[in-house]
């Protein structure tokens, strides 16, 4: 079994920073391509960022310049720094991954997200 769980999230004023964590747990052999995921209210959910096993980075154009991703492959934790937050950065943070577990082998695994809320 493989538990994705997000913290970090919360209330900040438009201009600030939070930094997002999602720790990978359970029957783990290798986390591939690990990603953020962000659905406002009213619309789908959207990629905000993505790193691969090999640290390749992608980012949503709309974030690029002012969010990070990166990851600690020791600790299967992924992070989102995410700095100069605008009104529009609001919204559930959800982590996704391409999880290989030794049991069931390659599959996506979702967290149930934190929320993030920028007042203006």
């Known amino acids: 079994q493989v538990h994705v769980v997000e913290s970090g999230g919360g209330l900040v004023q438009a201009g600030g920073s939070l930094r997002l964590s999602c720790a990978v747990s359970g029957d783990i052999f290798r986390l591939n391509s690990m990603g953020w995921y962000r659905q406002a209210p009213g619309k789908q959910r959207d990629l905000v960022a993505s790193i691969t096993d090999g640290g390749r980075i992608n980012y949503a154009d709309s974030v690029k310049g002012r969010f990070t991703i990166s990851r600690d492959n020791v600790r299967n934790t992924i992070y989102l720094q995410m700095n100069s937050l605008k009104p529009e950065d609001t919204g559930v943070y959800h982590c996704?991954?391409?999880?290989?577990?030794?049991?069931?082998?390659?599959?996506?695994?979702w967290g149930q997200g934190t929320q993030v809320t920028v007042s203006s």
């Open positions: 996704n991954g391409d999880i290989v577990t030794r049991h069931l082998g390659e599959r996506v695994y």
